[in-house]
């Protein structure tokens, strides 16, 4: 079974950090895309970061300049550093991985911003 599992949610105050990491097992190879998506509270799942197997990168326009996106792929994994965290932010982080089979996804991992 395919398997991404996140890491590093967590509880913060408005204006903090936290890093999201995720790893995607060797059955995922070259994923032609990894990134993140997130779903606050009664709103639908929406992009926050996405790398492609080129190095293009995309931002949702509410975290450009805060949040950054990075991969690893010799570990085949996707990182999201994400500082001035505001309320806003606050939802449920899901890791994917696109391939020619399509998207996989990861459990979710929780980000709760605190004002």
């Known amino acids: 079974q395919v398997q991404l599992v996140e890491s590093g949610g967590g509880s913060v105050q408005a204006g903090g950090s936290l890093k999201l990491a995720c790893v995607a097992d060797?059955?995922?190879?070259?994923?032609?895309?990894m990134g993140w998506h997130r779903r606050a509270p009664g709103k639908d799942s929406e992009l926050v970061a996405e790398?492609?197997?080129?190095?293009?990168?995309e931002y949702a326009a509410s975290v450009k300049g805060r949040f950054t996106i990075s991969r690893d792929t010799d570990n085949n994994s996707v990182s999201l550093q994400m500082n001035n965290l505001k309320p806003e932010d606050t939802g449920v982080y899901s890791c994917?991985?696109?391939?020619?089979?399509?998207?996989?996804w990861g459990q979710g991992t929780q980000v709760t911003v605190s004002s």
């Open positions: 994917y991985a696109e391939t020619g089979w399509g998207r996989h």
């Open positions: 060797r059955s995922i190879y070259n994923p032609n895309a």
């Open positions: 790398v492609t197997r080129g190095g293009s990168i």
